[in-house]
């Protein structure tokens, strides 16, 4: 069974730093892309940062410069580091993954984490 299982949330003042895990597990061939995305509060859940198989990576413009998403294909884990933190990035954190789970596929199937709650205080 594939899952991605997310660690590293917290709370925090403002301007700490707090660094976020993502790990997929099970059976997969092949990884597209990983990303963060954030939920907070009675808000709708949008995009942070992501990272292609080949270290292509992107990032919400409030997080740059702040945040830097990296990964380790061969562990099939993706990292959030979190600096300069600020009320506004209290948020419930998604972990999201194109994974390949059959090896002679050419599809990519959309996985997410359970979440993880980054609570940052003024």
């Known amino acids: 069974q594939v899952q991605l299982v997310e660690s590293g949330g917290g709370l925090v003042e403002a301007g700490g730093s707090l660094r976020l895990s993502c790990a997929a597990s099970?059976?997969?061939?092949?990884?597209?892309?990983m990303a963060w995305y954030r939920q907070p509060s009675g808000k709708p859940r949008e995009l942070v940062a992501s990272i292609s198989s080949g270290g292509t990576t992107s990032y919400a413009d409030d997080v740059k410069g702040r945040f830097t998403i990296s990964g380790d294909n061969a562990k099939k884990t993706t990292y959030l580091e979190m600096n300069s933190l600020k009320p506004e990035d209290t948020a419930a954190y998604y972990c999201?993954?194109?994974?390949?789970?059959?090896?002679?596929?050419?599809?990519?199937?959309?996985?997410w984490g359970q979440g993880t709650q980054v609570t940052v205080s003024s």
């Open positions: 099970g059976s997969i061939y092949d990884i597209r892309n």
């Open positions: 999201y993954a194109a994974l390949k789970i059959q090896f002679n596929s050419a599809y990519y199937v959309q996985y």
